[in-house]
């Protein structure tokens, strides 16, 4: 989780190969996230289509309630422990990104820093899709200043990328969904 206080504006892209908001339309998520206190995060997601179709979607776009909260800190040998959920507040019928889970993580430093995250996901609440269930898990590592190089099971395929800090507090994000198409993203952060 970022630092207390904390705020991140950011936008991306996503291909419409995998986008299960809209099959077969590419969308772009913009969100911002708030760290209210050192183990609470609360994020508005707003996912706007980038092909409209009149017939089939409203104009406003979809809109993404999240959470989490850090119920055990990481310390010495023992990993954070976080609890999630996301879209658990619109209508049955307009959620596409639910999810609910439980991530625990840990960070080691072998010649490079590196965090380790496996979590577990439900389909618990009803939805019409549902994000991270089952057993998902990542690895990042800071191997050059500035860059962390990302590998991740997100519960349905393999995605890879790197996010790059290229001025203070902002950043930019390049990868591969399913290895096999381009996405990005970028971010700025602020501390209140």
């Given at each position: 989780?970022?630092?207390?206080?904390?705020?991140?504006?950011?936008g991306?892209?996503v291909?419409?190969?995998?986008?299960?908001?809209?099959?077969?339309?590419?969308?772009?998520?913009?969100?911002?996230?708030?760290?209210?206190?050192?183990f609470?995060?609360?994020?508005?997601?707003?996912?706007r289509?980038?092909?409209?179709?009149?017939?089939?979607i409203?104009?406003?776009?979809?809109?993404?309630?999240m959470?989490?909260?850090?119920?055990?800190?990481?310390?010495?040998?023992?990993?954070?422990?976080?609890?999630?959920?996301?879209?658990?507040?619109?209508?049955?019928?307009?959620k596409?990104?639910?999810?609910?889970y439980?991530?625990?993580?840990?960070?080691?430093?072998?010649?490079?820093p590196?965090?380790?995250?496996?979590?577990?996901?439900?389909?618990?609440i009803?939805?019409?899709?549902?994000?991270?269930?089952?057993?998902?898990?990542?690895?990042?590592?800071a191997?050059?200043?500035?860059?962390?190089?990302?590998?991740?099971?997100?519960?349905?395929?393999?995605n890879?990328?790197?996010?790059?800090?290229?001025?203070?507090?902002?950043?930019?994000?390049?990868?591969?969904?399913?290895?096999?198409?381009?996405i990005?993203?970028?971010?700025?952060?602020?501390?209140?």
């Amino acid at each position: 989780m970022p630092a207390d206080g904390s705020v991140t504006f950011g936008g991306g892209f996503v291909d419409k190969k995998y986008t299960t908001y809209v099959e077969g339309i590419d969308y772009t998520p913009y969100y911002v996230t708030v760290q209210f206190l050192p183990f609470l995060e609360g994020t508005l997601r707003f996912s706007r289509l980038v092909k409209f179709d009149r017939q089939n979607i409203s104009r406003v776009g979809d809109r993404v309630v999240m959470g989490r909260i850090r119920v055990l800190e990481e310390k010495g040998t023992r990993p954070g422990v976080v609890l999630g959920a996301h879209d658990f507040i619109t209508a049955e019928r307009g959620k596409f990104f639910n999810a609910l889970y439980v991530v625990a993580s840990k960070h080691v430093r072998i010649g490079l820093p590196i965090g380790f995250h496996l979590g577990y996901g439900t389909d618990a609440i009803d939805s019409v899709g549902h994000q991270f269930v089952g057993v998902f898990g990542g690895m990042a590592v800071a191997a050059l200043p500035h860059t962390l190089l990302m590998i991740e099971f997100d519960g349905d395929r393999v995605n890879a990328g790197a996010r790059f800090s290229l001025v203070d507090h902002f950043q930019v994000m390049a990868g591969l969904q399913g290895m096999d198409v381009l996405i990005a993203g970028a971010s700025i952060r602020v501390q209140l």
